[in-house]
């Protein structure tokens, strides 16, 4: 029996497709899948020109620094102190061991105040008084112009002592640093479950002991990149060095004495009248940039390495 013909429409007679739903459905598919596909190829798109937009501005600072300051780069230049005015050569070999000596004051000052109030905040002050002063006032701080940090520090410390010194430097970049990283350490640690808190606890671990063994340790690399924040917001600060640090044409390395500063030294040369001072002023940005970078990139490989070693 020849089952075609039950389906075939009388001559004369055009009844249009079988089922003209699915037809109308799969046209809807179509139209959905290219709108979605032209949506997320724009926002892929605007996506990749906004990263060109904030990156651009940081290669063109960079190519400039390297243009300027590469060709005054020597050996005078890391191994000795600056030369007297009017003559040529000299460098900043004391300049640069002194902002070591002033951030090495300020992160060991800085960091474990900044790691252990952020330990409070999200661990045991929730829903203190207390607690919403001290996050209060880590905002406020975050906001405040570096030149009132150096004219507080100038105040409490430098008063107080009769004379600049590399140490109130370092507690003028230290108060800089301590808010970043509060602020950062309680949002990283404000990111670890409870479940892996509640597990500790339940095998009879001291809450104090969990706060360092489990959620400091999970909570490391986003608290390490806020230190890293910190450390880099405030080596290349002028202002409060100005005030505290003062700064030094000379070697020293005592802590209660004035002390040289890439920052400073970068600031002294290019606010003079003498081309020699600019090229080299140029130089030191170049370096102070480039010390920040590695810095940073050195820190932040350490950190990989640690989170790859926990999770395996």
Same mark, same amino acid.
């Given at each position: ?36 596909? +032209? ?5 892929? !798109? &605007? $996506? %990749? =020109? *906004? ?8 290669? #063109? ?33 004391? +300049? ?5 000596? !002033? &951030? $090495? %004051? =300020? *992160? ?8 252990? #109030? ?33 004219? +507080? ?5 430098? !008063? ?13 970049? #230290? ?138």
């Amino acid at each position: 029996m020849n089952t075609s013909a039950l389906h075939t429409p009388p001559p004369g007679r055009d009844d249009g497709p079988l089922h003209p739903g699915l037809n109308m459905n799969s046209r809807w598919i179509r139209i959905n899948r290219a709108r979605r596909y +032209a949506a997320n190829h724009l926002v892929t !798109v &605007l $996506a %990749i =020109a *906004s990263t060109v937009v904030v990156i651009l501005p940081l290669i #063109a600072i960079l190519a400039y620094l390297l243009f300027m300051g590469a060709h005054s780069l020597n050996l005078n230049f890391f191994t000795k102190i600056p030369a007297p005015v009017g003559e040529q050569g000299g460098g900043m070999a004391n +300049a640069i061991a002194g902002s070591g000596i !002033v &951030l $090495a %004051i =300020a *992160s060991v000052l800085g960091i474990p105040i900044g790691i252990a #109030a952020g330990v409070y905040l999200a661990e045991f002050g929730r829903g203190r008084m207390l607690a919403a002063a001290v996050r209060f006032t880590a905002d406020v701080l975050n906001g405040v112009p570096s030149i009132v940090m150096g004219i +507080a520090a100038y105040s409490l410390v430098v !008063v107080k002592q009769g004379h600049f010194s590399a140490l109130a430097g370092g507690v003028a970049l #230290a108060v800089m640093m301590v808010p970043t990283i509060t602020r950062t350490t309680e949002e990283m640690l404000a990111t670890v479950p409870n479940a892996i808190r509640e597990a500790a606890l339940g095998l009879g671990v001291p809450k104090w002991r969990t706060v360092l063994s489990v959620s400091l340790k999970t909570a490391s690399p986003g608290i390490i990149t806020g230190c890293m924040l910190a450390f880099a917001r405030v080596a290349g600060e002028t202002a409060p060095l100005l005030f505290t640090a003062f700064g030094n044409q000379f070697w020293s390395f005592k802590l209660n004495e004035p002390i040289a500063a890439l920052p400073l030294q970068i600031y002294v040369y290019a606010i003079s009248p003498y081309d020699e001072w600019h090229r080299l002023a140029w130089a030191g940005s170049l370096v102070l940039i480039v010390l920040i970078m590695v810095s940073v990139t050195l820190v932040r490989i350490y950190a990989a390495r640690g989170m790859m070693k926990g999770a395996s």
